[in-house]
């Protein structure tokens, strides 16, 4: 299973930006799946998660600000982000919690992680 991550560069604060991740290889079904960030200096940390069914849970930080979503048939996930802030930049991962078959326990893949850089 590969996660491949794509979008984020730089951007002014105010601004807006685009992350998507696809997934593909061996996969039954896919869980949940979510954005996490690490800045530097700082531990990996959650951004915002969505389950199949598109419930979704935000960082308090990112709430009204970011937007994720999924596309279960493409096997993709999507985080919109606006009003972007300095403190937003990070490198962005995406992750997504996998079953390679029916039967089998789904487990934690990453993506490479992307750069967004929010400049004052």
């Known amino acids: 299973v590969q996660l491949q991550a794509s979008g984020g560069g730089s951007v002014q604060a105010g601004g807006s930006l685009g992350l998507s991740c696809a997934a593909s290889?061996?996969?039954?079904?896919?869980?949940?799946m979510g954005w996490y960030r690490q800045a530097p200096g700082k531990q990996r940390e959650l951004v915002a998660t969505?389950?199949?069914?598109?419930?979704?849970n935000y960082a308090d930080s990112v709430k009204g600000r970011f937007t994720i979503s999924r596309d279960n048939a493409k096997k993709m996930v999507f985080l919109q982000m606006s009003s972007l802030k300095p403190e937003d930049t990070a490198v962005y991962y995406c992750?997504?919690?996998?079953?390679?078959?029916?039967?089998?326990?789904?487990?934690?893949?990453w993506g490479q992680g992307t750069q967004v850089t929010v400049s004052s």
């Open positions: 992750n997504a919690e996998v079953k390679s078959t029916a039967w089998a326990a789904p487990y934690d893949y």
């Open positions: 290889g061996g996969i039954f079904s896919i869980n949940e």
């Open positions: 969505i389950t199949r069914g598109a419930r979704t």
